[in-house]
């Protein structure tokens, strides 16, 4: 890290401070903070919380949501947004339970759910980019319109029936991690590298951060757009597969709402809305936060019919958190 | 190419022609594929089902021209239903109810609007939180439970016949329509609203009070929610945690639909209308076609998007 090359301290303890200052002014520090508190206060108040076993599970069940929150924050960081993900994973578990059953294997599904997703997501960035329509609109309309291409697909009735060499992505294990989380891991450290040591990484910032200079600066915008977009379909194809493998069968209604989750996970982890300004990491522990609220709210006993308002007063809360922390900051972006 | 264009430019000044156009060619075929939708108890029946699209799109027109969108009028439907159904069914009279449930509306469009103006985040944001948020809370208050046990005067709303023909909402989206018809043409307030869609600095910088007027905008479409959530929860009856589940899909395509520009600065009282007609044509020939209503959102969808890529397509021909 960069602390090495901090200006001489002219006094002792401005090492630590600016060492403190510098990690509070990350975007996900405000995230994992409050992940810490989450973590102490529900392992006081249930006992069964902070158990190995309880934690794993909060991971797997995060998995999906994860997988697609580290490429919608690539498309956010771009200054757009996508509200289609939560359709877009039914039509891919649609197509990649579809060739399950018929084929059976791994590779083949697995591929069948990247390619319709990549599909679905050039879509979408087309319609961003070349057609000029703001990405909430076309999102939206795509959200409603590959809920009806599933229906017309499936003609309503559920895909079951799902081979165990295709679910091995959901129940396997390997070196002693549940494969879920060990893809999200996986992934994870990828998007990591790419963001940071990328060109089409380093230039997503740069679009989401001042859309105007990167296009006088020479910067080929529509293609960066047009690839987080496409981004966003191949991840949620590969965690389609894994939907596949924990669930074992599809049904006409999955993924409904994932959207908001997404959307939610990415903001809450500390990635700014507006764009430019939010990290990789910034998604994954939103995903975690998540799932550890949800969790705790089970092991609380709140009903599951609380999960949309209290999701919904997190998406409100983040983006305000984050205003407000610039405005603290002085940052004036 | 050109030549089209040059047909197009023609028409430019009157997108309510074309529109109208599409309607009544709309109509034809509808009365192609079912003999019952050209009958006049069939299209009275059908403006029962725009009005709540209708109202909701009147204060949606306003925002989109001011460059903003609400996306939470569907939950906030849901929420004002629940709190009718709710207030009423724990001992409150059903005129107090009602209220309350109007006050629930305008409350939830102030909320989006002061998250809006204090903090000066984008609306698809705080819209898209308070989306999940304002359902989220229909869903938990109403304890995923039903009230269906109203007097016989609540239908009075949703389902009573003028001369025994007439739908008695039509009254009250006329009215509605006149009224925010003549707050956008003909008076200082309208004039802001397009001042702050064409460029909000330099509305802000020529004294126009951006924050008021977005914050009378949000909370006023808050109000239309509440009359929409009334007559809905009065037409079918019930009082549940998913009544209004996805008309913000209905209410922006409309509005798109009739021409107002998603990036702000233009748009007609004149087209939304024609546009809810040319929504709730569609959706009532389709459900009288026989398709199924999730086919009917992916119709919805993809119109919306032709629509708004079109709308754009010929805004940027004529630049």
Redesign the interface.
Known sequence: MSEVQAPTPTEGGTTIGTGLRRWLVRPEAPALVFLAVLLVAFSLSSDKFLSGSNLESILVSVAVLGTIALAVNQVILCGE?D?STGSMMGLCAVAAGAVATSTGGLILPLLTGVAVGALAGAVNGL?ATL????S???T??????????I??VTG?SWITGIPDETRVLGTGSVLGIEYPVFVLLILFVVMELVSRHSTWGRNVFAVGGNRRASRLAGLPIDRVRFTAFVLVGVFVGIASIIYLGRAGSVQ?NTGTGLE?QV??AV?IGGTS??GGRGSTLAALTGAVLIGVILNGLILLGV?G?????????L??LA??TD??RRRLLGDKS | MSAATAVLRRFKFSREVVLLGVLIVLMFVMSLLSPLFFTVGNLLNTSRFFVEVGLMALGMTLIIITGGIDLSVGSNVALVSVAVGFTYAAGLPLPLAIVFGLVVGLAAGLFNGLFITLLDLHPLVVTLGTFALFQGLAYGLSNAQAVSDFPDWFAYFGQAYFLNVVPGQLFIFILAVVVVWLILSRTRFGRYVYAIGNNEEAAHFSGVPVRRVKLALYSGIGLLVGMAAVIYTSRVYTARGDSGLGLELDVISAVVLGGASIYGGSGTIGGTVLGVLIIATLRNGLVLAGVPSTWQVFVLGVLLLVAVFLNEFFRRREE
């Open positions: 947004i509200i319609l057609g000029r329509i703001p909430i609109i076309v939206l309309g795509m959200l409603y319109a590959l809920r009806g291409v229906l017309l309503g006409t908001l959307v939610a903001v809305i507006s009903p019919i609380w999960q949309d308002a209290v999701l919904g007063a998406i409100l983006v305000a205003v407000l």
